[in-house]
């Protein structure tokens, strides 16, 4: 069984920063993309950024220009740098590892941006 472990979530201001991050197994870190993915309460879950195995990043109209997904290949974990956050950026964070016939689910990491 694949455990992705996703930490960093918490209570933050509106445009204040967060930085999630996402352990994954190294046996199969350096073969996958990874993603970020957000659901708020009462709504679908939604692709927030993704970084392929390669390092290409591509991201939400949502949150282009505010967010920034890295990998650490050596470490084994992908990073999400959230900025300038606002209340609708209020969800739980998943972090998703996938490739063809692979797909691999954190259990998520709330994040409440409010006053």
């Known amino acids: 069984q694949v455990q992705l472990v996703e930490s960093g979530g918490g209570l933050v201001q509106p445009g204040g920063s967060l930085r999630l991050s996402c352990a994954a197994p190294g046996s199969i870190f350096s073969t996958v993309n990874m993603g970020w993915y957000r659901q708020a309460a009462g709504k679908q879950r939604e692709l927030v950024a993704s970084i392929s195995s390669r390092g290409t990043a591509d991201y939400a109209d949502s949150v282009k220009g505010r967010f920034t997904i890295s990998r650490d290949n050596a470490g084994n974990t992908v990073y999400l740098q959230m900025s300038s956050l606002k209340p609708d950026d209020t969800a739980v964070y998943y972090c998703?590892?996938?490739?063809?016939?692979?797909?691999?689910w954190g259990k998520g990491t709330l994040v409440t941006v409010s006053s």
């Open positions: 998703k590892a996938f490739r063809y016939g692979l797909e691999y």
